[in-house]
Every structure is written in structure tokens, then in C-alpha cells.
């Protein structure tokens, strides 16, 4: 079965310095994994994925993340925090070689930037 | 540059009352999906389509139903409102690979 987890509901940093927001993964296969971002009362917006290759996905807005099969994590990662990253993030999932059509969402993380 | 969109963006329901939320995307994707956000549980799956004519349940489909008729369009039906109904429900679609998802702004439904 396919699962993702967000082990913190709530993740503060200050303005300037590097964050972290953690997920891992739960696959039988070679996972498909996706950060989304979600602003107050708006969709989610595409950030990152993983799909092969370099374990180092760069995405939107000078956000990273690693994939580390070892760990099964794909931790989301900025050098330096902006108040405007303040928002809530989702890990997703999704394992190719089930042939699922769904994505797998954790159950996100509140970022929140302080000046 | 419209992507995928939903409408309405509110809606109060009554309980027992019916409603359509409306969902269409202009990107010539295959797949399509609704979603439901409840606080603390991330997103659920209530129903996809691989393509018109085709639909399939997800995680949690009881109360809903789905048609897809056409290439850009994916209704999603409520029938007899419940207050567990009462969510956020986003409309996706992706394309042949399936590689990324493509949300809508969400439709925040309360049930009364």
C-alpha cells in the first residue's frame, strides 16, 4: 500500500534562515513523489517531483528536495526562508508500477516564516 | 491561460438538498479527479476518470456521483447533503503520464 507521512503539523523558521519540511514514503516500487504548496483559500500549486534520475529535484521559487531511497524520504528544502513561503505543504506519492491513477497526500505541513 | 476550473467557489448547502460542482480543464488531459480536503486529513480521492465514458471510485466515493461526457469536463454530484459532507473539494487533472496534477482553486461546500 502507498502512504506518505509529514511528520510535523507545524514547522517555524525565521526570516533568512534554511528550512526543512520532512515527508516520507511508503511504495512497493520506484516511487513518483511531489511536493504542492497551498496558499489560504486556494488550490495546491506544483513545486517539485521526483520521477528518476538526479536525487536533487530543484523546483519553483528556489525551493529543493532529496530523494533518499535508503531513508524513503523526500525531504523539501530553501537556503533561505521568505515570509512569503509562509503556507501549507503536501508530500504526494505515487507508484508507477501499480499502474495507480491516484496520488497518495500527506496530511501536510504549516509552514510559517517569521519576520 | 485558464488550466483547470471549478465552480462555485462557495456554497451553502441544506441537508437533503442536491448540487453539482462543476469542473472543467482546458489542457486536453486524459485524467481528471476529485479530491476532498477535510483540516488535519490532507486529501482524499472520491472519484477519477481516464477519460471520457470512463469513470472509477477512490477512497471515498459514498454520497457522490461522477459523468464525464466530454474530454474537458468532470461534474461531480451531490446527492441528499450530509454535514460530513461539508469540505473542500478540489478538481484535478493530468495528462498521458500522469507526472503532474494540475489542481483547481477548490470549492468550499458547508452542509447545514
Known amino acids: 500500500a502507498q502512504s506518505v507521512a509529514q511528520p510535523e503539523d507545524q514547522v517555524n523558521v525565521a526570516e533568512g534562515n534554511p528550512l526543512t519540511v520532512k515527508c516520507t514514503y511508503s511504495?512497493?516500487?520506484?516511487?513518483?513523489l511531489f511536493w504542492y504548496v497551498q496558499y489560504p483559500n486556494r488550490g495546491l500549486q506544483f513545486l517539485l517531483k521526483?520521477?528518476?534520475?538526479?536525487?536533487l529535484v530543484k523546483g519553483s521559487y528556489g525551493f529543493e528536495a532529496e530523494f533518499n531511497k535508503s531513508q524513503t524520504s523526500f525531504h523539501l528544502k530553501k537556503p533561505s526562508a521568505l515570509v512569503s513561503d509562509s503556507a501549507l505543504y503536501f508530500c504526494a506519492v505515487r507508484d508507477p508500477q501499480t499502474g495507480a491513477n491516484n496520488l497518495f497526500f500527506g496530511t501536510g505541513t504549516r509552514l510559517t516564516v517569521i519576520p | 491561460n485558464a488550466g483547470v476550473t471549478q465552480t462555485p467557489k462557495f456554497r451553502i448547502l441544506k441537508i437533503g438538498q442536491s448540487m453539482t460542482l462543476q469542473c472543467t480543464q482546458d489542457m486536453n488531459h486524459n485524467y481528471m479527479y476529485w479530491y476532498r480536503q477535510d483540516p488535519g486529513m490532507g486529501l482524499k480521492l472520491i472519484y477519477y476518470?481516464?477519460?471520457?465514458?470512463?469513470?472509477d471510485k477512490g477512497e471515498v466515493p459514498n454520497g457522490y456521483n461522477v459523468s464525464r461526457s466530454t474530454t474537458e469536463d468532470f461534474p461531480l454530484r451531490l446527492e441528499l447533503a450530509a454535514p460530513s459532507q461539508t469540505s473542500v473539494y478540489f478538481c484535478?487533472?493530468?495528462?498521458?503520464?500522469?507526472?503532474?496534477?494540475?489542481f483547481g482553486e477548490g470549492s468550499w461546500l458547508t452542509v447545514v
Open positions: 521526483y520521477i528518476t534520475g538526479d536525487n
Open positions: 476518470s481516464v477519460g471520457a465514458g470512463i469513470t
Open positions: 511504495v512497493s516500487g520506484n516511487p513518483y
Open positions: 484535478a487533472s493530468t495528462g498521458q503520464f500522469r507526472n503532474t496534477i494540475y
